[in-house]
């Protein structure tokens, strides 16, 4: 529909994936818990297992509850086929590589890349005969270097886990194109909100949901969605690995989604307003903010997304791991755990050096990651101002 081309990602966002046969005219899907389907008939049953993937059909192929996320998620990408839902963003990172890659392919893998995607490559590929190449996230149009006959996929996260170097998307996907090989990005930190991942030329766009989608840290989940020419052996590997999502955590993914945009305009303004103050302390030597010009890739971030989300890194000047310690430990309002894009805020000392291989990762002094989160940026910075103070002091300095 032409009109719908015209609609703003706020408006979709509120009305994807409603359609009134699923919601019979509640605003919300309702949870439809559900294992077993009764037929009228056993000719019926046989019609139903002839179109498993359309209608009622069995509980691991889902329900209305949780067919109308994917087809939300679907519709904030243009350009896209369709989604899955897996019980994890781990989940569908794994499921949608095992969808592009058989033993003997070669993978290319950023080497900024969230540990345990790292691992998969090191444990299960390894073990399948896929051999991992990893590549510096800077590289651009200049990854054509690196293909092989061998070369399959792409593995792209951008910005990167724990160090934020904005990739150069559009550039990797057209060498990419060139070739048949094919692109799966982690789009966890800017959401098809920020980044429509489809539209700048990735195949497949991955989400660990439990971030911002769900974005109470109540809900683990993952999604792939993949173009037209990828769907379909996305779609047969996830059902083939039996991957499924519960109706009650659809529902409140679903529940997040709708507020996804007014979240990260919040995250976003607290987050802003707190790395720009950082980088005026002297205990800090760099901020890790796309948004900031003192990130890896910030022209390309300002080239592709409409926006930022709450969660960046800082290099402190000098100091160790028990000033980075001492600092955390004492803040009032940040949380000490693993995941973010919850509504709260969250510190965390992050270790980039061991993950990374193609490129080593140098710095003065340890390195922060902080996810802000939907609380005052005043009282987020008295916090920290306190936690500098005992960052910097003379035990730890
Ligand atoms: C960038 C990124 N991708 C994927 C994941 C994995 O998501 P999940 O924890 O839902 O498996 C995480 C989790 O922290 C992440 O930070």
Redesign the pocket.
Known sequence: MSDDHEMKPGTRLTSAGRRKEWTQGIVNPPVWRASTMLFDSVADLRAATRRPNDGLYYGRRGSPTQWSLPEALTELEPGAAGTMLYP??????TTALLSVLSPGDELLMVDSA?E??RSFCEGLLKAIGVTTIYYDSMIGGGIAALFTDRTRAIFL?SPG?LTFEVQDVPAICAAAKARGIATLL?N??ATPLLFPAIAHGVDIT?L????YIVGHSDV???SATATPDRFEKLRRTTHGLGQCVSPDDAYLALRGLRTLGVRMRQHQEGALEIARWLETRPEVARVLHPALPACPGHAVWQRDFSGSSGLFSIVMAKGDEAASAAMVDGLRHFGIG???GGYESLALPVYPATIRSATRWQAAGPVIRLQIGLEDPADLIADLTAGLARFGAPANG
């Open positions: 994890s963003g781990v989940a569908a990172i969230y345990p995607t996260e886990s982690d966890t930190w991955i660990a949901c439990t971030k683990m989940m993952g693993f995941s973010w």
